[in-house]
């Protein structure tokens, strides 16, 4: 069984569309995270939750709206798509908030054409 | 601003040799972790080292932490093809997340 499960693993849309991105975790963890990881390989976090609350908002464009329905659930998703925003995105999750091993998904290669 | 900061950058050894990278981080810390990430794929946790700690083993890495410079390094040990990998730091001292830098890409030459 995958511990954190994302899909899609790939999605290639045009700009201005809306889109999705689902993730799951089976591990039992109360906190869940979002990272986007450019081309230069950087690791920036987007949102976190901790038992459903969000926690963590750096500075991520409004377009970008995660959903945490339940604890092991948290969905991202994207309005009016643009180019800059083509990138891997990474679930995460972690038994508390940071300072503890997280798991991460596979990602989902995102392509804005 | 990145709490953890990797160098170098990139690393290519032969197979056998050792490897050895680096982590800086700004802040006090509770714990650093080292993570690997396979390309394509998420992240790994590889070791976590508490504040507490001055060397800590797993299985071929070792890891050290030098808290008065706020470093810590990474040595994996007769290094193999399959290691080729980006290696991450995070210093655990952030609530809500795990903070890494641009990460040391290793290359092992079989």
């Known amino acids: 069984d995958t511990a954190v499960s994302q899909t899609p693993k790939y999605l290639v849309t045009q700009m201005g569309n809306d889109k999705s991105i689902k993730c799951e975790q089976n591990?039992?963890?109360?906190?869940m995270y979002w990272y986007k990881q450019d081309s230069k390989k950087f690791l920036k976090i987007m949102f976190s939750?901790?038992?459903?609350?969000?926690?963590i908002n750096e500075t991520v464009p409004n377009r970008f709206s995660p959903k945490s329905p339940d604890k092991a659930h948290l969905n991202l998703h994207i309005n009016s798509l643009e180019l800059g925003d083509s990138a891997v995105y990474f679930c995460?999750?972690?038994?508390?908030?940071?300072?503890?091993?997280?798991?991460f998904g596979q990602g989902t290669r995102l392509t804005v054409v | 601003s990145q709490q953890g900061e990797e160098d170098p950058q990139a690393l290519s050894i032969q197979e056998g040799e050792n490897a050895t990278m680096n982590c800086s981080y700004k802040t006090s810390i509770n714990n650093l972790q080292w993570y690997r990430q396979n390309s394509g794929r998420g992240l790994v946790h590889l070791i976590l080292i508490r504040s507490n700690e001055r060397e800590k083993h797993s299985g071929r890495l070792r890891v050290t932490l030098d808290t008065s410079k706020k470093s810590s390094s990474l040595l994996i040990t007769a290094s193999r093809a399959a290691d080729t990998a980006s290696y991450f730091c995070?210093?655990?001292?952030?609530?809500?997340?795990?903070?890494f830098g641009q990460g040391t890409i290793l290359t092992v030459h079989p």
């Open positions: 939750y901790n038992n459903k609350e969000l926690i």
């Open positions: 995460a999750s972690s038994q508390g908030a940071g300072g503890t091993e997280a798991f």
């Open positions: 995070d210093g655990g001292t952030s609530y809500g997340k795990l903070t």
């Open positions: 591990l039992g963890h109360d906190t």
